[in-house]
């Protein structure tokens, strides 16, 4: 028996030879892949307040996400969808759909949202107030004109 071992005794040390000879070399390939492989950059961190002259004026895109800005309130999203306007503008109705909800009925001086009220009902806008700031809303082109409202005198 030890005649067989000592005959297939070359064939097994190639191969173990070049199973070692592989795994040395793959061992090789990622030590050097690990070694040479870029490091990260590391961003230098930004100051807080940008530099003045690339100091931008965000107050349209704040006032569209509804935040409150400096130097004025965020007035509510509001559509007319009609009005019932004296030609005085100090009474009237106006159908209004505030922030996006069901259009309801609203009388000159009534709240709307965020301590926001009707100011004057035009024919031609409907005017909210708050904290002595005016908002002004115009009535939809289509539906000024004769054809859709007639001015009743105030009394």
Known sequence: MSLIFVRHSPVLIRIASF????????FLIWFLIQWFQPKPDVVPMVSSSPS??????????????????????TPPSVQVIGVFASSSGLS???????????????????HLVRGWQIDRITTHEVVISRSGQEHRVAVPQQMQGDRFMTIVPST
């Open 52 to 73: 003045p002259q690339f100091q931008l004026d965000q107050s349209a895109e704040a006032r569209l996400l509804g935040a409150e800005v400096q130097g004025g309130v």
């Open 92 to 110: 009237g109705a106006a159908v209004l759909a505030v922030e996006g909800n069901i259009p309801q009925s609203y009388q000159v001086g009534q």
């Open 19 to 26: 199973m070692i000879y592989l795994a040395t070399s793959a």
